[in-house]
């Protein structure tokens, strides 16, 4: 086609404004996206829907206010922390699959995202004679888990599970990610984290008789 020079330029100008008007998603809509579309793949592993747990806590999910939430970090620490829910998804995470097991007889396969427990626990400096941290949760649920095994472990406090934000059943802000124990000591709704000297220290679940190391290559109850 034959046209005069301006005439194709203003064709030209049309089309580049044709393009930027196209409705590319933003970074806005992708994020958005990205919180609503739950993974049920990662690397090549398949993973189990979160909607497959049996919701059996002690009395039923608990609706925390995010706004008034604070994240404590105490006891036995030379800076004790308050944190928002901002300031600790702002902190490094990590992604890794994990299989929860309830003695109930039952597991789930998730991708769970969270911060190690270990550089919460530096933040605030551990003291030397702290062996023990101590979980407690908005529903007065309490479980421990040894110190030394969370830095091993490199154990996470979960904010995410199959890249979705943590439902307020599943334990929302913030779950433990207790790698290699029985689900009772995957603290949910964890509002303090207690550095504690006490490594007897028995929370809700292992004071009426379940192993107080959690170990699911051990035994569940412990005889006492
Ligand atoms: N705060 C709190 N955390 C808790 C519990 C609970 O009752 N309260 N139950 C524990 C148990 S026994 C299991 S198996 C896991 C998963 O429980 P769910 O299926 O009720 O999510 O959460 C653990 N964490
Ligand atoms: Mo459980």
Known sequence: MIMPERARGIILLGAAAALALAPT???????AKAKTV???????EKLDPIGRF?????????RVDIKAYRLKVGGLVDRPMSLTYDEVLARPSKSRVIVIHCVEGWA??????????????DAAGAKPSANTVIFRSAD?????????YIRQKDILLAFKMNGLTMP???????EVAAEG????????WVETIELSDNPD???????????????LSGPRFEKR
């Open 54 to 62: 049996s919701e059996n806590s002690i009395i039923g999910p608990r």
């Open 25 to 31: 998603p933003s970074r806005g809509q992708e994020a």
């Open 38 to 44: 739950e993974l049920r793949e990662y690397q090549g």
């Open 181 to 188: 124990k029985w689900g009772y000591k995957w603290a949910k």
């Open 168 to 174: 307020e059943e599943r334990g929302f802000p913030f």
């Open 140 to 148: 007065g649920y309490s479980s421990s888990l040894p110190l030394a």
């Open 201 to 215: 220290f028995r929370g809700y679940w292992e004071s009426r008789g379940f192993n107080n190391n959690g170990d």
């Open 108 to 121: 789930v396969k998730v991708l769970w995202e969270g911060v190690p427990l270990a550089a919460l626990i």
